[in-house]
């Protein structure tokens, strides 16, 4: 333990240091007059489907000067970022009215291909100062026109850049463009097409610490506040009627139970037990397939220290709007980092449970989350090339990748296993096991396994549904999500309510006399990874316009494995909290 606890301490210092490295490593960049601020065109894709973009100069745009390539890190590539020099240039203060900043003449496949993209609403993103900017490439004209082959398609050929500065650094950047501008595609005609672009610069008081702030104010507006502490108020009311529900009735039958376990033995000591006594010989046999059952616990512990290390950077402000990447580094470099924990947790409680084979364990350890999603990325990312998205990752970023679970997540889930195993230390159960298992009396349908998966999710499902919607606006969106004490609060309350629930469907199953809870209180704490799931089809055909083959398989995939990973942590959290209850209750009585 005082391993784990020195490994945690040191993980601590790592990410606290990343959080200085980030923060500091932020663009803060003072300029004279004159002096050329970097302009980075990023990313073209349908408005709607968030996952398909395609690099700026995948489309016929022109540029006078060699197109250079910026480097990225790590994350930025996983967020599908692929900055290279725009056509523009802005130099610092220095005004432009409708200048040239070069021509092309678009052939007929061109004039197509820029008339689909208008049609689905292609937006394209850029940086400056490490400042994002978005803008439509063109227009459709559905004016008093009711079928769609009357339809008009313009492509904006003249970008107007406001730019906003406080003595020698850049504080804001908009851009629009000029309606009267247009370049006409709806024939399959060859045009010519002069790129032109105007800059204005003027002076405000808004200091450069601040100038990230109008990005993260649209999730503070009051009427989005409101609606967030809604949903605390709802999940605090959940909380408090469970726990009531919990100390009044749950404590209350306990109660009657110890006191008639201990007038039953005091009367009649030969007399027929019943109830969750009745199977105290047989409530800590291990469980079926106690390899597997204990890789899933170690792999759970792992995904809830890596979200706790998550809420501790974004609490702290590493996540700021715009950081490019940031979060995808994180989770990176986190769960490689972790790896040891999990190695820990499962060879430690595999051996607790008298297994053997503490190698196979710690293979299947390694291999139950990050299997499903590497066979989930494969495809995905198979699907991002045939389409020729930036989605799509290098082969040197697959290269990184691997090194890092090579020579990083594997030597330390290693390690962490021969800690574990090296641990000795005792299941320590109450209750002596018996050599035969007793039978499980018939249980009605309502009490199998499936059926209690449903009402034990379902609880904490509505505790969290109302934050789901702008957790899911944000990364499969384009809406900004920076309240992330609040989300903190809500992931507190997930916590409790799955704890809280899984123990009361674990004393339910053990009041009808069944023993196998083990995994019934994993897959109970877990299924609230199978609602989430649900709500995912709700949000897709309901709430998003998302559409296409290459979106519906990132969507569906990437969530896919999020909810398998909620299901093995709220899992791990579940059982931890089940076995902690069971214990005190056989603990509290006479078992002979």
Same mark, same amino acid.
């Given at each position: 333990?005082?391993?784990?606890r ?21 663009? #803060? ?14 990313k073209? @894709?349908?408005f ?9 100069? #995948? ?7 060699p197109?250079?390539?910026?480097? $990225? ?17 802005? #130099?610092?203060?220095?005004?432009? $009215?409708?200048?040239?900043a ?6 007929? %496949? ?5 008339r ?32 769609p082959?009357?339809?008009k ?8 850049? $406001? ?13 629009r463009?000029?309606?009267?501008a ?26 450069? %610490? ?6 993260s ?28 529900f919990?100390?009044?009735?749950l404590?209350?039958?306990?109660k ?9 033995? %005091? ?20 469980p079926?397939?106690k ?10 512990t ?6 706790? !290390? ?12 715009y ?7 994180a ?8 790896? @040891? ?13 008298e ?16 299997g499903?999603? /590497? ?26 990748? !691997? ?6 997540t ?27 298992p ?6 009605p349908?309502y ?6 998966m449903?009402?034990?999710g379902?609880?904490?499902?509505s ?5 789901l ?28 309510v ?13 009041a ?18 199978? !609602?989430i ?15 296409g ?11 896919a ?13 579940? /059982? ?17």
């Amino acid at each position: 333990m005082e391993r784990i606890r020195a490994c945690l301490l040191a993980l601590t210092v790592v990410v606290v240091c990343g959080v200085a490295q980030v923060r500091s490593s932020a663009s #803060d960049h003072r300029y004279t007059a004159g002096d050329e601020v970097p302009l980075y065109a990023n990313k073209v @894709g349908p408005f709607h489907n968030p996952s398909e973009t395609y690099r700026f100069f #995948d489309f016929p745009f022109c540029s006078s000067a060699p197109v250079k390539e910026k480097k $990225e890190a790590l994350g930025e590539v996983l967020n599908g970022d692929r900055l290279v020099s725009a056509p523009y240039r802005l #130099d610092f203060l220095g005004n432009k $009215e409708a200048e040239v900043a070069c021509k092309r003449k678009l052939t007929k %496949e061109e004039v197509a291909k820029f008339r689909t993209a208008v049609s689905k609403d292609y937006y394209f993103q850029m940086y400056y100062d490490d400042l994002p900017i978005w803008g439509f490439l063109g227009k459709v004209d559905k004016e008093g026109k009711a079928d769609p082959s009357e339809y008009k398609y313009y492509l904006f050929k003249h970008l107007i850049f $406001e730019i906003l500065y406080n003595k020698d650094r850049v504080i804001e950047i908009t851009v629009r463009s000029d309606p009267n501008a247009l370049v006409d595609l709806t024939q399959d005609e060859p045009v010519n097409v002069d790129f032109m672009y105007t800059v204005k610069w003027k002076e405000t008081e808004t200091p450069f %610490e601040k100038r990230m702030d109008k990005y993260s104010e649209s999730s503070s507006m009051p009427h989005h506040l409101e609606i967030h502490w809604f949903s605390i108020i709802n999940s605090c009311v959940t909380v408090l009627l469970l726990t009531g529900f919990l100390a009044t009735i749950l404590m209350r039958v306990l109660k009657n139970d110890f006191v008639k376990y201990a007038h039953d033995e %005091e009367s009649a000591d030969d007399q027929e037990e019943t109830g969750w006594k009745y199977i105290h010989g047989d409530v800590f046999r291990y469980p079926k397939h106690k390899s597997l059952f204990s890789a899933a616990l170690g792999s759970g512990t792992q995904l809830f220290t890596l979200t706790s !290390f998550i809420f501790i950077l974004a609490l702290v402000g590493v996540f700021y709007p715009y950081n490019r990447g940031a979060l995808f580094t994180a989770l990176v470099v986190i769960y490689a980092l972790t790896s @040891g924990i999990a190695g820990y947790t499962a060879a430690c409680f595999y051996c607790q449970l008298e297994g053997t084979n503490w190698v196979r364990n710690l293979l299947l350890t390694g291999s139950l989350f990050c299997g499903p999603l /590497f066979v989930t990325f494969c495809f995905l990312n198979t699907v991002a090339i045939a389409y020729k998205a930036t989605a799509a990752l290098p082969f040197g970023t697959i290269v990184i990748i !691997f090194l890092i679970w090579a020579l990083v997540t594997s030597p330390l889930l290693i390690l962490g296993g021969i800690a574990g195993k090296n641990t000795k230390a005792e299941f320590q159960a109450p209750c002596r096991t018996t050599k035969y298992p007793r039978e499980i009396p018939p249980l009605p349908w309502y009490r199998q396994t499936l059926p209690q998966m449903a009402m034990a999710g379902f609880l904490p499902f509505s505790a969290i549904y109302i934050e789901l919607y702008y957790i899911f606006s944000s990364v499969w969106g384009h809406r900004i999500y920076t309240i992330y004490s609040i989300l903190f609060i809500v992931f507190i309350i997930l916590l409790i309510v799955t704890a809280f629930v899984t123990v009361a469907m674990t004393y339910f199953q053990l009041a009808a006399e069944d023993h196998e809870w083990w995994w019934r209180s994993f897959f109970c704490g877990g299924s609230t990874g199978l !609602f989430i799931y649900a709500y995912c089809l709700y949000y897709y055909n309901a709430r998003s316009d998302m559409s296409g083959f290459m979106q519906t398989s990132f969507f569906f995939g990437y969530m896919a494995c999020i909810c398998y990973g909620f299901f093995l942590m709220l899992g791990a959290i579940g /059982f931890r909290a089940s076995l902690f209850f069971v214990r005190h209750i056989y603990r509290s009585i006479k078992c002979e």
